[in-house]
């Protein structure tokens, strides 16, 4: 028998933990816990998430529709409820705007991976969404092609939406992403992003499926992929207008990405389309490191006079 009211205090809980990070302004983001096959608990909308009481929680069913509950639930319910449809397993979802990785979504800058041990066991690769306007199904349906293979997903434009089997767990993993997203932010401006190799990242992999955190890398269908490549959702980047601008790719490490899959935008140096790459965006030695399996000085100035002289139209 589920104590709602214990869930509902728990929820509460969770939206003073996201307004007190400044995940939430105002009256921002939104959290459901699905408490029956029908029925699930929604947080009111134009209700700021740290003020939360038990009693403003609303009941909806399935499609949405408001069973009860005093304050009118949250207009974004429809995302929760298509990850409810998707993935039986999940029984709670949060949804804010996590400042750092907002910014991510803002600027379609794709999670670079093979960073941080604890973002490859908790999180692994992270998914952006296509924009559309939050609120209706097809803002819902944006997170389809996604939700089964990852338990967050960045939002375009928009924020965060990560879930679980209850309404803390749901809310890690968003705690997890924007702090990586703040990490790699400041490693950035020092300069340089030292990347795990292949060997360390699998041993890492490992750990996760020995602890029971299901990754699609360790599964048969991408047990080629190029780990550090973000190969499960790179053939997304194109509808959803995702590239590497601030994060390079790191060193091949022995990998197979899919071919045709690498957008514009993702190759090396010297071959980045004109006006992709703002100027001094680019750390000296970040790209140019011998040794480092990125092109050296040299032939990244000569790659560069090329492209010059051919969009001159001079041989």
């Known amino acids: 028998m589920q104590n709602i009211h214990k869930i509902k205090q728990d929820i509460c809980d969770i939206g003073r933990r996201i307004y007190d990070r400044q995940f939430a302004a105002a009256n921002d983001g939104n959290i459901t816990v699905r408490v029956g096959e029908n029925e699930v608990l929604c947080t009111p909308t134009m209700h700021c998430k740290g003020f939360l009481k038990p009693d ?3 009941l909806v069913d399935m499609t949405g529709k408001q069973i009860s509950g005093r304050k009118k639930r949250s207009s974004e319910a429809l995302l929760h409820l298509e990850i409810y449809r998707q993935r039986p397993d999940i029984r709670s979802v949060v949804h804010c705007h996590p400042p750092h990785a907002t910014a991510f979504a803002i600027a379609r800058e794709a999670i670079p991976q093979c960073v941080l041990p604890e973002v490859e066991v908790f999180l692994g690769d992270v998914p952006i969404t296509k924009y559309e306007t939050p609120g209706g199904q097809a803002f819902a349906d944006t997170i389809i092609p996604f939700v089964d293979k990852s338990n967050v997903i960045i939002l375009a ?5 990560s879930y679980g089997e209850n309404v803390e767990r ?3 993993w968003t705690e997890i992403l924007d702090s ?3 990490m790699l932010m400041l490693a950035r401006q020092l300069g ?3 990347y795990l190799d292949e060997g360390k990242t699998r041993e890492l992999l490992e750990l996760k499926d020995k602890w029971g955190f299901a990754d699609p890398r360790n599964t048969d269908e991408y047990k080629n992929c190029d780990v550090c490549a973000n190969d499960i959702f790179r053939d997304s980047w194109q509808a959803s207008g995702v590239q590497r601008r601030a994060f390079p790719r790191p060193a091949s490490s ?3 990405p899919a071919a045709g899959s690498q957008p514009a935008g993702n190759q090396p140096a010297g071959s980045q389309p004109a006006g992709n790459q703002p100027a001094g965006n680019q750390p000296a030695g970040n790209a140019a490191a011998a040794g480092d399996g ?3 000085e040299e032939q990244l100035v000569k790659l560069i006079t090329g492209e010059v002289m051919r969009q001159l139209g001079v041989s």
């Open 56 to 58: 403003d929680i609303a």
């Open 157 to 161: 434009n928009h924020g965060t939406v």
């Open 170 to 172: 749901a809310y890690w």
């Open 180 to 182: 990586y997203c703040r």
């Open 192 to 194: 340089h992003v030292q």
């Open 254 to 256: 022995g990998g197979s």
């Open 294 to 296: 990125q092109i050296d």
